[in-house]
């Protein structure tokens, strides 16, 4: 069974930067998983925020953090980062890593809570304007 433990959240001020971290124990991830990003803010649903093909380049972004984030994984580490740029208010919630450790298409962006079968704790992003 993966477990999955993120870190990097914090306060910010708005326009700054942040990178989170997630790091995978238990198995390693298979070139067939997906690791995606979420998050949720207060009395709102879990929302996709990145998500990315453990094997191959690709690359799922929210309209909403498109052009501002970058996702991307480390195989040898069995971890994978959420870089935010110029971040914003609304961007304010608690992020959560997950993992679809069951087989992914290649063809398929996956984005909804249901496709993934392992979350993290989760990590408070806290945005001052």
């Known amino acids: 069974q993966v477990q999955l433990v993120e870190s990097g959240g914090g306060l910010v001020q708005a326009g700054g930067s942040l990178r989170l971290s997630c790091v995978a124990s238990?198995?390693?991830?298979?070139?067939?998983?997906?690791m995606g990003w979420f998050r949720q803010a207060p009395g709102k649903e879990r929302e996709v925020v990145a998500a990315?093909?453990?094997?191959?380049?690709?690359?799922y972004y929210a309209d909403s953090v498109k052009g501002r984030s970058t996702i991307s994984r480390d195989s040898s580490k069995n971890s994978g980062d959420l870089q935010m740029n110029s971040l914003k208010a609304e961007d304010m919630a608690v992020y959560y890593c997950?993992?679809?450790?069951?087989?992914?298409?290649?063809?398929?962006?996956?984005?909804?809570?249901?496709?993934?079968?392992?979350w993290g704790q989760g990590t408070q992003v806290t945005v001052s304007s």
């Open positions: 238990g198995r390693t991830f298979g070139g067939a998983a997906t």
């Open positions: 990315l093909r453990w094997a191959g380049d690709n690359t």
């Open positions: 997950a993992a679809r450790t069951r087989y992914s298409s290649a063809t398929i962006y996956y984005t909804g809570p249901d496709d993934y079968d392992v």
